[in-house]
């Protein structure tokens, strides 16, 4: 008999540590469907930056809330207000609102009331840093990544595309820095493993053994309840 959580895999961990193309991969090979949370904070932060929002004005951003949809398409892309805004919010200022925005209560659970209803279908991977913790308290298959600031400041480094000056990657492991300090002292839900989540270091790990490695334990205890 199935039980809710049983077909959720929730994936949380720091910013750098490669949460979503970990995510992506172990989805498509255990069949299941990729929610990247993380994306759909970016959109949130995309709106409000679009529309000069007061982040400190909790009315007026109650209001830019309930005018606002954030989906994906059958393709993976983010839809804000039904707009494919999959590529505007990668950048490392949407990145940065997002954590700031994060911290904010009514757009936690703006957000974690879609990310719910989308888990009540199960077959899911959920990507993000308090998946297992509170989004999904009852998945029964929970991982925690992590790697040392030096490695995921490199990771980030390499994926952003700023070239190779020893200026660009300070500025990257600032960010990083900054973000974890946002993530894990937040009140709301802040970054930390779940206490039965699998915890992984993965600073001397390939993605290919990561993503492996999930699968085959999710495989495992799988055939130990079937």
Known sequence: MKRDGDNIVTIDGPSGVGKSTIARQVAELLGFWCLDTGA???AVALKADEAAADLGDSVALSMLLSETTVEFDPAGSVLLDR???SKLIRTERISSLSSRL??????REFLVGIQRKIGESGNIVA?????????????KYK??????VAERTKRRFHQSGRGDSEASLLDVEAELRERDRRDTLRAENPLRPAPDAVIMDTTRMSAEQVISSIVLRVKDISLLHD
Do not use: K, N
Request: net charge negative; aromatic share 16%; charged share 30%.
């Open 40 to 42: 759909m904070y970016r």
């Open 127 to 139: 990507e993000g840093r308090d998946m297992g913790t509170y989004v999904f308290p009852g998945a």
């Open 83 to 85: 707009r494919d805004v």
């Open 102 to 107: 994060a911290e904010l209560g009514e757009v």
């Open 143 to 148: 991982f925690y990544l992590d790697a040392t």
